[in-house]
């Protein structure tokens, strides 16, 4: 017997709901993270150099441009849920609370595979704290982003304990941190041997254009996965959101191509400081990178799909959203490698010094970075299922409120 009024919350039953496909996901994506993880460690005892495919002339590889990628999306997602929970627009306020929490994951994988990439990462937070330099352009970012990403943890406990006002200043200062962090990525690549590659005027516009097609990518296929995870329709909110999402991502689609389209006509009429770099690009051993990759997959094919379903068709939206992510990926990682393949005194035919520098990702590179994005996977799916019986608590705890008024 209960009390009229009260609620009964089974959350056995609401435990047991999760899908066999979830359940399936989450086990190969968990076993697939940890082997990424091992992977990491292995390096780290046997030593970078017998584990790693980076040198003296390319000592930034897959795993940075990793980082890179993750933090973007993580800083995109953050200027997504700001839309909503900053700014106070109603049409992104269904999707607040799993964008931040995907911002958390983001940047704990981007966290992930720089500290992986390191080879003693202890040192980072021990000399970060002990013996800091504020002249280190490195020194900033690690600084920035473990406090964003404390900010980050604070607004979502906020939001979980329905303080919304509080949730939405440590929204703001974490808004601010990643802007920050994100508008000095460039400074960042500037301490690689002054690489002609990195320095167009252009960059901090393009990182940030970058990080928001990112976060707008990530939140429409990521809300797409929890909607065929939670097995029910869309609900008219989310649809407005996701819709408006992909309107915005037309927007920046477009100025995507604009940076791309200047790439090709810097490249073709010599109007770049390395003509060689962009060669490799356009007509070199990285052209299929860059006409399927950061021609097609980043900009073309996302623009016809989210056109195609008129901003409607949340499938078709998730769609885009993944081939953008991947595309995108491959523009970053281009735009860390393929710099760093010309040496920085090749104008002056010195002898023995090769035109082209190579580079090609090892196992462990490549095992740590499908780790990290396994953990980011992995991380959203336990979110998912403990979201789910938060909601229904939440739904049942409504409804036996009703009933008491009622009775």
């Not at 304990?161 to 962090?181: M, P, S």
Request: proline share 3%; glycine share 8%; with cysteine.
């Amino acid at each position: 017997m209960t009390k009229p009024g009260s609620a009964i919350i089974d959350t056995d039953a609401a435990a047991h709901t999760v899908s066999t496909l979830h359940l399936i996901l989450l086990a190969c994506f968990a076993i697939l993270s940890t082997i990424g993880i091992s992977f990491g460690i292995h390096a780290l005892v046997l030593g970078h150099g017998e584990t790693f495919n980076t040198t003296r002339e390319v000592p930034w590889g897959l795993l940075i441009a990793s980082y890179v990628f993750f933090a973007s999306m993580s800083t995109g997602l953050c200027i997504v849920a700001s839309l909503g929970q900053v700014f106070g627009i109603r049409v992104f306020q269904p999707i607040v609370e799993r964008t931040i929490f995907l911002a958390i994951v983001t940047i704990a994988g981007g966290l992930m595979s720089i500290s992986l990439e390191l080879e003693n990462p202890w040192r980072v937070p021990i000399y970060g704290v002990l013996s800091p330099h504020p002249e280190s352009n490195i020194w900033w970012k690690s600084t920035i982003y473990s406090i964003y990403f404390v900010l980050l943890t604070l607004d979502l406990t906020m939001l979980h304990l329905g303080k919304r006002k509080a949730a939405a200043r440590f929204g703001l200062v974490a808004l601010i941190a990643c802007l920050a962090a994100n508008l000095n990525m460039k400074a960042d690549m500037s301490v690689i041997g002054s690489r002609e590659f990195w320095l167009e005027n252009y960059m901090p516009l393009y990182f940030a254009i970058q990080a928001t097609l990112l976060g707008c990518s990530a939140t429409m296929f990521f809300n797409w996965a929890a909607i065929k995870l939670d097995k029910q329709p869309i609900d008219a909110g989310m649809q407005d959101a996701l819709s408006m999402i992909a309107k915005i991502s037309v927007i920046l689609l477009i100025l995507t191509a604009g940076f791309v389209g200047w790439k090709i006509y810097s490249g073709l009429f010599n109007m770049t400081e390395n003509q060689d770099a962009m060669m490799l690009l356009l007509k070199g051993s990285y052209a299929g990178n860059f006409w399927i990759g950061e021609v097609i997959l980043a900009v073309l094919a996302p623009l016809a799909l989210i056109t195609a379903a008129r901003t409607k068709n949340v499938t078709a939206l998730a769609a885009a959203g993944l081939v953008c992510l991947v595309g995108t990926f491959v523009m970053i990682y281009d735009l860390v490698v393929v710099g760093q393949l010309i040496p920085v005194f090749h104008q002056y035919n010195i002898v023995d010094l090769p035109r082209y520098f190579s580079y090609t990702p090892s196992l462990h590179e490549d095992m740590i970075f499908i780790g990290a994005i396994s953990f980011v996977i992995t991380a959203f799916l336990i979110w998912e299922h403990f979201y789910k019986i938060r909601a229904m608590e939440a739904a049942s705890l409504t409804q036996g409120t009703n009933a008491g008024v009622g009775d």
